[in-house]
């Protein structure tokens, strides 16, 4: 298993934004600095933002000198904050931004890492928070959820058709699951085949990091955020993993072009090509969209 994240759509998305030199672009999810790095060898300004305060601090030790010269602006909070926080950099800096470029995925480190639990692979808590400054984490959901509620969790984050299933077999366990490798043992004894491949627990645990990190809600607040703050011509850039992320940039984009307030850059989302997903797997669920501001 690859351990080192691979950065999805990365020229398509630089290309999307059309960017000239010496523009502004917002990277609403740093992650492991791939598209930033890409953005910064074209000359971009960048205000990068992530909630996951480990992002920053291998963004702030990688990129030292962009930062220190004003090429690069790391922001260690959720994209829910981009209008407030871009708006201080700009104004301070007398800056207008170009383009924002929204990547919904999770990173190889976050998965790979035991002890966040974002992960079935290896034992660790079940925290699963993007930003441990969040009260709420993955154990509590499961403590705290009403069998029903948890089953409709993991249908509609997850696309999980034995739901009722799972979420039955937690609350009856003779003991608290409050770690990876219990979670993953739960839904095995439920479910023990893989398809295609994946891990029988993949989306169970992906429901469970939408629901403790609210990431669906996230992306309704920053989406209309990230147009106000594009001037004229500047492009929305969107590499969405999850149907419910893709169908909430969809509605958006399709709104502002009803409205005459942009227009669509392709009629349908791009999706990874074979050559990407022989290379890596994990962006075969992938779509790439973006839209520019009239």
Request: with cysteine; proline share 3%; net charge neutral.
């Given at each position: 298993?690859n351990?080192t994240?691979?950065?999805?759509?990365?020229?398509?998305?630089?290309?999307?934004?059309?960017?000239?030199?010496?523009?502004?672009?917002?990277d609403?999810?740093?992650?492991?600095?791939?598209?930033?790095?890409a953005?910064?060898d074209?000359q971009?300004?960048?205000i990068a933002?992530?909630?996951?305060?480990d992002?920053i601090?291998?963004?702030?030790?990688?990129?030292?000198s962009?930062i220190?010269q004003k090429?690069?602006f790391?922001?260690?909070?959720?994209f829910?904050?981009?209008?407030?926080?871009v708006?201080r950099?700009?104004?301070?800096?007398?800056?207008a931004?170009?383009?924002?470029?929204?990547?919904f995925?999770?990173?190889?480190?976050q998965l790979m890492s035991?002890e966040?639990g974002f992960?079935?692979?290896?034992?660790?808590p079940?925290?699963m928070r993007?930003?441990?400054?969040?009260?709420?984490m993955?154990k509590?959901?499961l403590a705290?959820?009403?069998e029903?509620q948890?089953e409709l969790?993991f249908?509609e984050?997850g696309?999980?058709i034995?739901a009722r299933a799972?979420?039955k077999a937690i609350?009856?366990?003779p003991v608290?699951?409050t770690?990876?490798?219990?979670?993953a043992e739960c839904v095995?004894?439920?479910n023990?085949?893989r398809?295609g491949?994946?891990h029988?627990?993949?989306?169970v645990?992906?429901?469970?990091?939408?629901?403790?990190?609210?990431?669906?809600?996230?992306?309704?607040?920053a989406?209309?955020q990230a147009?106000?703050v594009?001037?004229k011509?500047?492009?929305?850039?969107?590499?969405?993993?999850?149907?419910?992320?893709?169908r909430i940039?969809k509605?958006?984009?399709?709104?502002w072009?009803?409205?005459?307030?942009?227009?669509?850059l392709?009629k349908?989302?791009?999706?990874?090509s074979e050559?990407e997903?022989k290379?890596?797997?994990r962006?075969?669920s992938?779509?790439?969209?973006g839209?520019?501001?009239?």
């Amino acid at each position: 298993m690859n351990t080192t994240h691979q950065t999805v759509f990365l020229n398509e998305s630089i290309e999307l934004l059309n960017l000239e030199p010496g523009k502004v672009v917002v990277d609403a999810t740093f992650g492991t600095g791939g598209h930033t790095q890409a953005l910064l060898d074209q000359q971009s300004t960048v205000i990068a933002f992530d909630w996951d305060a480990d992002a920053i601090t291998r963004g702030s030790t990688r990129f030292q000198s962009e930062i220190s010269q004003k090429k690069l602006f790391l922001v260690h909070e959720s994209f829910s904050k981009l209008a407030q926080e871009v708006e201080r950099i700009t104004i301070n800096e007398n800056l207008a931004v170009s383009g924002v470029l929204f990547d919904f995925g999770t990173s190889t480190e976050q998965l790979m890492s035991a002890e966040r639990g974002f992960s079935f692979v290896g034992d660790g808590p079940l925290d699963m928070r993007m930003d441990t400054r969040l009260a709420v984490m993955a154990k509590d959901i499961l403590a705290l959820v009403p069998e029903k509620q948890l089953e409709l969790l993991f249908r509609e984050f997850g696309g999980e058709i034995h739901a009722r299933a799972i979420a039955k077999a937690i609350k009856q366990s003779p003991v608290p699951i409050t770690t990876t490798a219990q979670l993953a043992e739960c839904v095995l004894k439920v479910n023990h085949r893989r398809s295609g491949g994946i891990h029988p627990a993949t989306k169970v645990f992906q429901a469970l990091r939408i629901a403790v990190n609210g990431e669906l809600s996230e992306i309704q607040l920053a989406l209309p955020q990230a147009f106000d703050v594009l001037e004229k011509g500047g492009r929305i850039v969107s590499i969405a993993f999850h149907e419910g992320e893709d169908r909430i940039v969809k509605q958006q984009f399709a709104q502002w072009e009803a409205c005459n307030k942009a227009r669509k850059l392709q009629k349908k989302a791009v999706q990874p090509s074979e050559a990407e997903l022989k290379d890596n797997p994990r962006a075969r669920s992938a779509k790439l969209r973006g839209i520019e501001k009239l």
